[in-house]
């Protein structure tokens, strides 16, 4: 059984184009994360959520837009993609706010041109 | 600011030799403080973590590392490294106030069969 899934595992798409990810996991957590892996593989935070309430948002432009529909689901939404949102995108969980550990997803490989 | 430094960001070694990956952290307060490694078309998953206690933490696949308080240091260590080591290993901390985790860089580990 897979923990955390993520769809699509690679993504190619155009600037300006709308795209979204999405994220499931199946261990019963209630926090989830969203993470920006550069080219250079340095891993940073974009969001979080427990219990479907946003916690972090940590100075992303509001093109990203992160959604919530149940504890068990957080999809990432980008509006007019840019060349720099070239990365991949992790999506994570844990039991609860940090620092519990937590459990990351396969990554999603965005590539726009 | 919390801030996670890794020194080495590409080490190659031969099988059997002895691993040493360094990690600096900036931050006076209490820290909970991971290693997570990232196997070749994997995802990331946590290796050990030291949140309170014995600062001799041992992880899994015989990796061990060490709370140096006075030294803001939590370096990763292992005595026979094997080919299967290969990997990205990450350095993260999370100050004990905080809500997010801050990762290091990485070091990308190659060890020669």
């Known amino acids: 059984d897979t923990a955390v899934s993520q769809t699509p595992k690679y993504l190619v798409t155009q600037m300006g184009n709308d795209k979204s990810i999405k994220c499931e996991q199946n261990?019963?957590?209630?926090?989830m994360y969203w993470y920006k892996q550069d080219s250079k593989k340095f891993l940073k935070i974009m969001f979080s959520y427990n219990n479907k309430e946003l916690i972090i948002n940590e100075t992303v432009p509001n093109r990203f837009s992160p959604k919530s529909p149940d504890k068990a689901h957080l999809n990432l939404h980008i509006n007019s993609l840019e060349l720099g949102d070239s990365a991949v995108y992790f999506c994570?969980?844990?039991?609860?706010?940090?620092?519990?550990?937590?459990?990351f997803g396969p990554g999603t490989r965005l590539l726009v041109l | 600011a919390q801030s996670v430094s890794q020194h080495n960001h590409h080490v190659i070694l031969s099988e059997a030799a002895s691993l040493e990956l360094g990690c600096n952290y900036s931050y006076g307060g209490t820290v909970n403080l991971f290693w997570y490694v990232q196997y070749p078309g994997q995802h990331l998953q946590l290796l050990l973590k030291y949140f309170s206690g014995d600062p001799l933490v041992k992880g899994i696949k015989g990796f061990e590392a060490e709370f140096i308080k006075s030294k803001f240091s939590f370096n990763l260590r292992k005595p026979s490294v094997q080919w299967s080591d290969t990997a990205e290993y990450f350095c993260?901390?999370?100050?004990?106030?905080?809500?997010?985790?801050?990762f290091g860089k990485g070091t990308r580990l190659h060890i020669l069969p």
């Open positions: 261990l019963g957590h209630d926090t």
């Open positions: 993260a901390v999370n100050a004990g106030s905080n809500d997010k985790i801050i």
């Open positions: 994570a969980s844990s039991h609860q706010l940090p620092p519990e550990t937590q459990y």
